[in-house]
């Protein structure tokens, strides 16, 4: 925004220069203004100003704004008994289906935001915040080893066989595998036994990483691997991103390229 003072000093450099010959648009061109703005300027004395810098805003209270009485009585509603433990989402209905109006849904969460109670108002836990894995680094085969369970079609529909596949995550190296009919942490237990036996894994030596799945946290696969002295960690829930290197085999396995 231009100021008084300087809206001033450009209309008289521009009303000497026409005085002294000079047309407007050349003279406006010249420290950068449009005629239109000093034409607006010459024609409504606005240079002598606006009142902008001076005026003061005037604060209108909306005619909806509730009343102090009628905040607590929002409030009170809130945490009555019968409504300590619900959001406004469920408080709302409620009390319309009784025929109650005490305030809009946005407004009772406005309230209670502003009163510091805008948190988990249910009986149940509150939803847990899930942090990223710990990342896995290894500097040799047999550290890490990443696996999992895929479905293999047959030609019976609706019929599958499950294939459990363990790799290595230095080597990309597939150190076990096992095709079954179910589902089962007594067979992914005796998979990883048969793995640890052959790889000659000694305690404390190998970390296995997997998703959520029933074998995965199996009773029997969380003995075996207490008792063999394996470490595991678990992709978060429905993030397949975090078990990459097992589902890029599954995808390599299941969809080979199409040769003409």
Not at 220 to 230: D, I, N
Request: positive net charge; contains cysteine.
């Amino acid at each position: 925004m231009t100021s008084v003072q300087q809206r001033q000093k450009l209309l008289g450099l521009i009303g000497k220069a026409c005085a002294d010959g000079a047309r407007l648009k050349p003279a406006c061109h010249q420290i950068g203004l449009s005629c239109r703005s000093v034409q607006r300027w010459q024609r409504t004395q606005a240079a002598e100003g606006d009142q902008r810098p001076s005026g003061k805003r005037r604060y209108v209270c909306p005619p909806n704004k509730l009343r102090e009485d009628e905040r607590q009585a929002v409030m009170a509603t809130l945490n009555s008994e019968a409504f300590k433990d619900l959001p406004p989402s469920q408080v709302v209905p409620r009390l319309a289906d009784r025929g109650v109006y005490v305030a809009s849904e946005s407004t009772m969460y406005r309230i209670l935001r502003q009163q510091g109670q805008l948190g988990h108002r249910r009986s149940e836990r509150a939803a847990q915040k899930r942090s990223r894995p710990r990342a896995l680094a290894a500097t040799g085969a047999d550290q890490v080893f990443c696996w999992d369970i895929t479905y293999l079609p047959t030609q019976v529909r609706g019929q599958h066989f499950y294939l459990y596949l363990f790799e290595d995550l230095f080597s990309r190296k597939i150190v076990g595998w096992q095709v079954f009919d179910c589902e089962s942490a007594e067979l992914a237990s005796q998979l990883l036994r048969d793995i640890c036996e052959s790889q000659g894994i000694r305690p404390g030596q190998l970390t296995v990483h997997s998703d959520n799945g029933s074998p995965m946290k199996g009773e029997t696969m969380l003995a075996a691997m207490q008792r063999l002295g394996v470490a595991h960690t678990r992709s978060r829930p429905s993030v397949s991103n975090d078990n990459p290197y097992v589902e890029s085999a599954f995808r390599t396995l299941k969809y080979p390229p199409v040769s003409d």
